[in-house]
């Protein structure tokens, strides 16, 4: 597949001093019943940057715009048209003068490799040294989306990788549907860091008489179960998020949906407040690139058992 077909662009000439180039990124992490937490795109290790797109757009700064919705890694062509030796990246916000008041003669721009997420990018090229934009950075964007297998209540479940916080994620493995026990490492060292803000689940079922409970339980994550060696030991306790379900009402086929979110309003705190909804507001803090975790029917109903949840997580970058 071409990079015309993977990418959708769209040029807005400008007659003052800054022109803007916008982006559609396809997502690089699925839903898939199969890969499960391994349902990520090929990426090559290789390089910095995922799927890039040559830009011959010259310019004294390039912004990306507040409102994207990933990353962009971006490496810079000086004046003579030689590449720069580094990649950067750039998080929603933020501006960069590359070469302070010379100019570049272009760029390659695409997604940081590593990052789970997509979506669409604006970015802002400043044509002159003196054109200038001031936005406030950090953005709440997707981090990740996953699909998890619910299983029974039990002294044993079976834990899996899947919080991820830094990207690259180290522990990123991409389904190898050839040999399923030998999947694919995708890792590397983490260039951007997400602070987990929302995370929303769906339960794969259209019949639900009742309201649902499920245990969302994690272990080793960065805030409770990381010591203060180098690396740091994981201390293996479990620390779970209770997750409730409405149940489903009326003739129409959909799903359920639940979540959690930090911070949550006071009042969603209160004893009264419905389990699984905002009773357990730091439960999104949750997570660590060594974090490993389950989801297990407390429902009293069998036919969540097997079922599946899909999972969207948001940060702020």
């Not at 390089?47 to 700064?61: L, Q, R």
């Not at 490496?75 to 070469?99: C, E, R, W």
């Not at 979110?261 to 006071?266: A, I, L, N, Q, T």
Request: aromatic share 10%; glycine share 10%.
């Amino acid at each position: 597949m071409s990079v015309s077909q993977l990418v959708k662009t769209a040029i807005q000439e400008a007659a003052g001093n800054v022109q803007i180039k916008t982006f559609d990124f396809p997502w690089q992490s699925y839903f898939d019943t199969t890969a499960l937490g391994q349902a990520i795109a090929v990426q090559s290790p290789n390089s910095d940057i995922v799927i890039p797109t040559e830009v011959p757009i010259a310019g004294f700064g390039l912004g990306l715009h507040p409102d994207s919705q990933c990353p962009i890694a971006v490496k810079f062509k000086s004046n003579a048209g030689v590449p720069d030796s580094q990649t950067m990246v750039l998080a929603p916000g933020q501006i960069v003068y590359p070469h302070g008041c010379a100019p570049f003669s272009g760029f390659t721009c695409g997604i940081p490799y590593g990052w789970l997420g997509g979506g669409k990018a604006q970015l802002v090229i400043m044509k002159t040294s003196e054109a200038a934009e001031w936005w406030a950075p950090s953005s709440e964007v997707i981090i990740q989306r996953q699909r998890v297998l619910i299983q029974a209540d039990g002294a044993a479940p079976a834990f899996s990788y899947g919080l991820p916080i830094g990207f690259p994620w180290k522990n990123a493995k991409r389904y190898n549907s050839v040999t399923p026990t030998a999947p694919f490492p995708q890792g590397g060292q983490a260039v951007v860091t997400a602070i987990p803000t929302r995370t929303e689940l769906k339960l794969r079922l259209t019949t639900l008489a009742a309201d649902a409970l499920v245990l969302m339980v994690v272990k080793n994550t960065s805030p409770f179960d990381e010591s203060q060696a180098d690396p740091p030991a994981l201390s293996g306790e479990a620390e779970t998020i209770p997750v409730l379900f409405p149940a489903i009402v009326g003739a129409y086929a959909y799903y359920p949906t639940a979540g959690f979110s930090f911070p949550v309003p006071g009042g969603a705190l209160s004893p009264a407040a419905p389990l699984g909804y905002g009773n357990h507001s730091p439960g999104v803090l949750l997570a660590g690139d060594d974090a490993t975790f389950c989801i297990l029917n407390e429902s009293g109903n069998a036919a969540l058992t097997g079922a599946y949840v899909d999972i969207v997580r948001w940060g702020i970058i």
